[in-house]
């Protein structure tokens, strides 16, 4: 069984700062990528960040104010948020990516369950 915990969510004023982590745990035969999401009432859930070993990628709304790191050997990724905005209201999710035997070809997608993230004066 895979869980994902995530931590970190809370409320904070406009231009603050939050820090999200995501810890993964199970039996796993790889880790593909991991990803952050975020889903706001009455709209789609988004992709904020993600990382693989071929890199980082990162949504346009970020404008450089987030970072995405990941420790490998103990399957975490972090989520550093700074100079928040009102508009990075949502619920973040974390999303793991990965092979659960060697032998299999096909991936498996895992979610957290969601850390709130309210950004408000």
């Known amino acids: 069984q895979v869980q994902l915990v995530e931590s970190g969510g809370g409320l904070v004023q406009p231009g603050g700062s939050l820090r999200l982590s995501c810890e993964v745990s199970?039996?796993?035969?790889?880790?593909?990528?991991m990803n952050w999401y975020r889903q706001a009432p009455g709209k789609q859930r988004e992709l904020v960040a993600g990382?693989?070993?071929?890199?980082?990628n990162y949504a346009d709304f970020v404008e450089g104010r987030f970072t995405i790191s990941r420790d490998n050997a103990k399957n975490t990724v972090w989520l550093q948020m700074n100079s928040l905005k009102p508009e990075d209201t949502a619920v973040y999710y974390c999303?793991?990516?990965?092979?659960?035997?060697?032998?299999?070809?096909?991936?498996?997608?895992?979610w957290g369950q969601g850390t709130q993230v309210t950004v408000s004066s």
């Open positions: 199970g039996t796993i035969f790889s880790v593909n990528a």
């Open positions: 990382i693989t070993s071929g890199g980082i």
């Open positions: 999303n793991v990516v990965v092979i659960l035997y060697p032998t299999n070809i096909y991936t498996t997608d895992y």
